[in-house]
């Protein structure tokens, strides 16, 4: 489903519910070179167009020591899909999938995830390689990737045996 009102033949749509909502703030914004979803690639690449990611005040202070890492996660809301849809046909060819079981930016709520690698710091903005979204798409959070972040256990006695073969 990439355009905002298509439904394809067997997908399926349901009542959006009236339900409790999780108050989420939109930290920032993400500046692409694309403005029409078709154009987007369906996941971003780390040879791609370098984009900016423009983080909004009072979060600046935030960026503090990004610049150590080489890839970030960067969560961002898809404020332009649809959030109906539990059957989707990714293939338009009348065969679907539950919407849990894909990618697609349209689900309940529409969070993409996206691990790009980081090129500079210029103040409130990041410049990284790597997004696959819309120029305009509000940013959630920004976090170092976590195989960079995990700490280094401290060594532990017998950490350096040779476990016994089966
Ligand atoms: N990398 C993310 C992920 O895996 O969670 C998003 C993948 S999603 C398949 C990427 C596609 O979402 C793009 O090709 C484009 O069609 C669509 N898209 C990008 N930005 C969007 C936005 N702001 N609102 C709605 N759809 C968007």
Redesign the pocket.
């Known amino acids: 489903m990439?355009r905002r009102n298509e439904i394809r033949e067997n997908e399926v749509a349901v009542e959006f519910p009236d339900a409790p909502v999780a108050n989420f703030i939109f930290i920032g914004r993400i500046h692409t070179p694309?403005t029409d979803?078709?154009a987007?690639?369906?996941?971003?690449r780390q040879d791609g167009p370098v984009c900016r990611i423009e983080i909004f005040e009072p979060w600046i202070a935030a960026l503090d020591g990004i610049e150590k890492y080489q890839h970030l996660e960067v969560l961002?809301?898809?404020?332009?899909?649809r959030r109906d849809l539990v059957k989707q046909s990714p293939a338009n060819d009348g065969s679907v999938r539950g919407t849990f079981s894909l990618?697609?930016?349209v689900r309940p709520n529409?969070?993409?995830?996206?691990l790009v690698r980081l090129v500079k710091v210029e103040g409130g903005n990041v410049f990284v390689q790597g997004l696959?979204?819309?120029d305009?798409?509000?940013l959630l959070d920004l976090k170092p990737d976590r195989c960079a972040f995990t700490p280094i256990a401290p060594r532990q006695p017998g950490d350096d045996e040779v476990a016994p073969k089966a």
């Open positions: 990439v694309w979803r078709l987007c690639p369906r996941q971003g961002y809301w898809l404020h332009e899909s990618r697609s930016p529409p969070i993409g995830t996206q696959d979204c819309l305009g798409t509000p």
